[in-house]
Structure formats: C-alpha cells, structure tokens
C-alpha cells in the first residue's frame, strides 16, 4: 500500500514538473498560470486519474433553498436531513427564522421543513424506530464582554420549607441585602422543597437541607454601577409570610463579563416518512453542544452541553426512553466538555476518546477512558499523545466495529489556541491493557477533520484548518484514505472547498460521501475581512466507483434480527468478498458516534448471498442499516436498508 502511494505521488510529480517546464519555456506568467490550470483540470477528470484518486463535484442549492448547515444525518429514506436552525446568525435567531431543508441525492429534490425551536448546536442520534432524536439547542446567543450592558449572571434561589416547592415567575426581582441592587430573573424557575436531615443513630431530626434552584438574572438598568464584586443574599421581591423567610437567592460576582450561549431542554423525533418534526418530553436539563449516545438497552444517553445559563451542566446526565418518550437522571455524576465523543462498546460500556468540541475547564473531564454508566466507574486510558490539542479532533471506529479499534485525528488546543496535531492516534480496546499508539501522521496541524467510513473497510479523512475556525486563511484542501489493514494513508483527490468549524461528512447509500458547512472566522490571510459561511455542498466520489461495473444487490428481506439470516440475489455472487452493515452517521462539530461499520458473515449459492447479522446488541444497536456488498476490486454495490429490531 505505501509502495503505491509512493508511486502515485511520483507519477504526479513528474507529470506536473513536465508540464510546468513546457509551458514556462513558451509562454508568459499569464499564460503559465491559465494553462497550467486547464492541465490541472483536464487531468484530474481522466478516468486513469478518478480511478486512483476519485473525485470531488460542487452542488449548488437554488437560491432560496440554501441555509448554513449545521447538522446532517442520513435517513433510512436515503435522503438527508440539513439542520441549521438559526445557523450561527444572531439576525436569524432574532427573528426567529430557523431552518431544516430534506436533500434527495438521488433526485435532486430539496424542500423546506418547519423547525420548532432554534436547533442550532442540538445534540442528535439514530433511534430504533427509524427517527432522528433531537434534544437541545440554542436560548440565547453569546454576548462578548464588550456587548454586554446589563450585569449579569447565575443566582442560586433557596427554599427552605420542606412540605412544598416554590415556583417564581420570569421576571422575578431579587434585591441584595447588602449592596441593595436589584436583578431580574429571564425565565421562570421551580425550586423543590427542602429536605429534612435526620441523626442515623438518634433518628433525631438535625436541619433541613433547602431545595435549590438555578436561574439567570440581569440588573433593571445599563452601567458598569450596577455591577457586584462579592457574594450576597437576596431577598426575593413579591412574597409575604412563610415564602419570604424561606425563599432566597444568594449569587456570586454579576458582572459585565462574557455571556455565554444558552441551552433548551426541547426535545424532538424528526420523523422521515412524514418529514416532520415531533415534541417528545423535554429533558431535565438545558443543553447547548450535546452529545446523545445510544445506551445497551436502546435508550439514549445525553451527556454534557451548556445550560440555560450558559454554563457547563454540571455532571448531570440524563436517559431518553424511546418507549415512554420521556427522561429520566441516570443517577451518576460525571462531567465532560461538550460534545464529548462517547461510544458505545461491546461489553456495554461507553469509550470516551477524549475528543470535544472545546466548552469546558481544560482540566475536567478530558483524559480518555472506558466508562461504566451504571457504577460510574472511569478507567483511564494511557499513551495519548498531544494530549493538549484534542479540542475540535474526530474521532471514527475503525472499521471493522468487531475489532474495537478507534482512531483520533488530529485536535487543537483549548479555545482559541492556534495549536493544532498532525496526529492520529490508535488504541485497541481489545488489548489486556488498552493504550493509544500513534498512527501515520498527517501533513499538517489539523482542527476539524472529517472521517468518514467507507463500504470497502477504508477510511476518508478530509478538510480541517490548520488554526481556529481558519484563521490565516489556514483550511486544508487535503483528503487520505485510511487503510486499517495496513495501518496507512493514501493521498487522493484534493478537495474543491475547504471545509472548517461547523462542518461534517456523511456516507451516502451510493458509497458516495457528502460533505456540509464550513464557518471561518476570517476570509483572508490578514484576518482582516469577516468570513462568509459556507452554503456549498461537496460530494466525493471515491476511486473505487470508477474501477468497473459494481456488484448488483437486490431483493432480501427488510428486517433481521440479530442472530438470524437474510438471502439476495446478486449476479455477482462468486465475486463478493465482503458484506458490511453500516450505521448511518449523523454528524455535526467533528462529532458522529453513530457511524459504524459491522462485519457480516456470509455464504454465497449460485446468484443468491445469505449474510448474517451477529448477536450482540451492543455491536448491532437495533434501527436501520445500509447493507453493502464489496467485490474483489474493492467495488461496493448501491446499499440496500435494512432494519435491525
């Protein structure tokens, strides 16, 4: 495999040496330039060149169908679904224009879908049934500290009555005891009542422990005067009797700072055969960058995200229970940066690689390790080089998902930091002592790369910026295909649009890839110039579509369970070599833990192919799969779905 990437890289290189010295020798720069790019165009459509590199088309929605994508998934529809909500745009959010658009690749076809709330930065994963579950998103933007007019900032409200708990109402005013300024509350909050303490030896009652409730206030009026340095107790404005003296709020400095995003607890099933959002019950707490993993059971665990005061939830996470619609605490504790890259594993434990999307303290919740949700016990996971630039790197379970190998590609460093890694990292979770080992290295420092797997067991790796959200003008027009067997890259077509923050990749059922989004801070080399967000979607056609006719795949049935068979007719039978079941992704922030690739035994009986889905329900979580057969060439056929119950 190295051999020939070797190869190719020097045929390249000498085609294009040839042509540059040819054309200088006769013509002027202009003409160099004009030519060289006619050349470059000319052979990178050859078909000897799509054959060993692929190759990379631009589509272009109508005017009025475009948005800034933020999320994707792939539904069992074979369409896919473009989630922007307000799309990063505070003039949308505003306005409460929020958007959803449904893409037919195959057709063509692109329609607009009404959004309920602003999805923007919502967490999402595959559901059992065929759904899409959606749960957070966006309550209010950020507001840098020189935006900031009115002090403001977290207030702890107690209530100290333990026969009953206390609901107040948005716009509650809470004025301090001591430094006598007065704050309003934005929303309304329920504190429960407290709870009685009792001796474990006397049985004796000790105190009552007051029920707490967290909301966000700001000052009534505009200035820096209204601003407090210390911690003080409030008085809550309104109530009389047993409510005023057991009802108070005590908060820290409310200040002029940066204000943080803000989460919602909604949460949705996009339903894709009637193409329309559902409300399902609202999680327990706001979220804002989560990250939804499907559990042994089926029920989905969310993990992480900015609350409804724009700080990180503190530890407390919470289960979808697809049957009943409604979520319940988990009972553990254990706090993570946002969207952590967690995965379920064979044994039903989740590996968390230590990828995320940056919000957070840089000291909580980054080292990898394997967690166990029930205990909650966490072990750690050794070996992990720059362990300081994980922010904003992609995590991908190495094909086959049997073999429990997981790859980390590159990763930044925390916040703005114009550190990033060339690396990627491998840990075997099968090893007696599991520990990363770093794998090939990538030209450049890459933040936001996007991994996609591929029917044929190989891996694209592609885009990413060099610094934060592409500063310097420092996107990677760069795409490699990973070999898992070899332990390899091999350089391939380079990518037409450079693709940042707010991107991401998904495997369509034709095994081609589709990438979306991009939202660079900058549009020039000087940083100087606002960037603009990338509306274009880019689809990579991998080399082994251009290597013959592709096996034929047809008939079967629509659903198998795990441990039994399915039959399909192929022409090509005697020449498949492998059959995989692939999870379809649903991507956003470098982050998808749905995408998975299984390995499927099989048999083959004239034009007939019999394969078989392995038993373990956390290997197979139960929905709807593409199901592909590869041949000999590395060809894939066109996937056929298939439900897993």
């Known amino acids: 495999m190295k051999d020939r990437a070797g190869r190719r890289r020097a045929r390249r290189l000498a085609i294009g040496t040839a042509v540059v010295l040819a054309l200088a020798g006769t013509n002027g720069p202009w003409l160099y330039r004009f030519s060289t790019e006619k050349y470059h165009q000319y052979q990178i459509n050859k078909s000897e060149y799509k054959a060993e590199n692929g190759h990379w088309e631009i589509i272009e929605f109508p005017e009025e169908y475009r948005q800034n994508t933020i999320h994707a998934a792939l539904l069992h529809t074979g369409k896919i679904l473009l ?8 003039d949308n959010f505003d306005a409460k224009q929020f958007d959803t658009r449904i893409w037919d690749p195959v057709k063509g076809t692109i329609k607009k879908v009404p959004t309920p709330n602003d999805l923007f930065c919502t967490g999402h994963t595959q559901l059992a049934n065929g759904n899409l579950l959606i749960a957070g998103g966006t309550r209010r933007y950020e507001k840098l500290k020189g935006d900031v007019t009115k002090a403001g900032g977290l207030m702890i409200v107690h209530n100290e009555n333990p026969d009953k708990p206390i609901t107040l109402p948005a716009g509650t005013k809470f004025t301090g005891k001591r430094n006598g300024r007065t704050f309003v509350s934005k929303d309304p909050v329920l504190v429960p009542r407290a709870k009685k303490v009792f001796d474990p030896v006397t049985g004796e009652f000790v105190r009552n422990d007051p029920g ?4 966000y206030v700001e000052a009534q009026k505009s200035g820096a005067e209204y ?3 210390t911690q003080d107790n409030y008085r809550v404005q309104g109530l009389s009797g047993a409510d005023a003296r057991n009802t108070y709020g005590i908060a820290q400095k409310l200040a002029l700072d940066k204000k943080d995003f803000q989460g919602i607890r909604d949460a949705y099933e996009f339903d894709p055969v009637a193409e329309k959002y559902i409300k ?27 609350d409804d005061i724009g700080q990180l939830v503190p530890g407390k996470n919470e289960v979808f229970d697809p049957k009943t619609k409604d979520w319940s605490y988990t009972g553990t504790m ?19 690689s230590g990828s995320n999307a940056g919000y957070g303290p840089d000291d909580v919740g980054r080292e990898p390790g394997v967690w166990d949700v029930d205990t909650n016990k966490f072990t750690k996971i050794p070996g992990l080089s720059d362990a300081d630039r994980m922010e904003t790197s992609g995590t991908v379970l190495l094909p086959p998902a049997q073999d429990e190998k997981y790859m980390v590609v590159g990763g930044g460093g925390v916040g703005e930091s114009k550190e990033s890694s060339n690396r990627t990292r491998i840990v075997d979770l099968k090893a007696d002592q599991p520990k990363f080992v770093d794998g090939p290295t990538l030209e450049k420092g890459t933040r936001y790369p996007q991994t996609s797997i591929l029917p044929d067991d190989s891996v694209l790796v592609s885009g990413g910026s060099e610094d934060y959200r592409g500063r310097g003008d420092s996107n990677i027009l760069q795409a ?7 332990n390899s890259f091999d350089q391939v077509a380079d990518p037409l649009v450079g693709r940042n923050y707010h991107s991401g990749s998904i495997l369509l059922p034709d095994g081609r890839v589709m990438f979306f989004g991009s939202d660079s801070l900058y549009a020039d080399k ?10 274009r979607i880019e689809i990579y056609t991998p080399p082994y579509l251009y290597r013959g006719a592709r096996p034929s795949l047809s008939g ?21 070599k492998k059959v995989r079941l692939i999870r379809p992704s649903a991507s956003t922030h470098v982050t998808d833990v749905d995408q998975r690739s299984i390995e499927l035994d099989f048999s083959v009986e004239g034009d007939k192919v019999t394969v078989t889905v392995p038993e373990n329900r956390n290997l197979v979580q139960a929905g709807w799969y593409m199901l592909f057969v590869t041949d000999g060439e590395g060809v894939p056929s066109q996937a056929q779905w298939v439900r897993v119950p």
């Open 334 to 352: 254990r706090q993570f940066p946002t969207y952590p890259a967690l995965f379920l594993m064979q044994n039903g434990k989740l590996f968390y």
């Open 526 to 535: 000087a940083n100087t110039k606002p960037g603009k967000f990338e509306q």
């Open 480 to 486: 490699r295909l990973y070999h898992p067997d070899t």
């Open 83 to 90: 989630v922007a909500g307000s799309g990063n745009n505070q």
């Open 227 to 229: 601003e407090t340095g």
């Open 556 to 576: 079967g049935p629509e659903s198998i369970a795990r441990g039994e068979s399915g039959t399909y007719s192929s022409a090509q039978a005697s020449a498949i």
């Open 280 to 306: 399902v019950d609202p999680m327990n707490e706001a979220r804002w960058y989560p990250t939804l993993t499907t559990l042994s059971d089926g029920k989905v665990l969310s993990v992480s995200g900015l």
């Open 212 to 215: 707490l409730g967290r909301i």
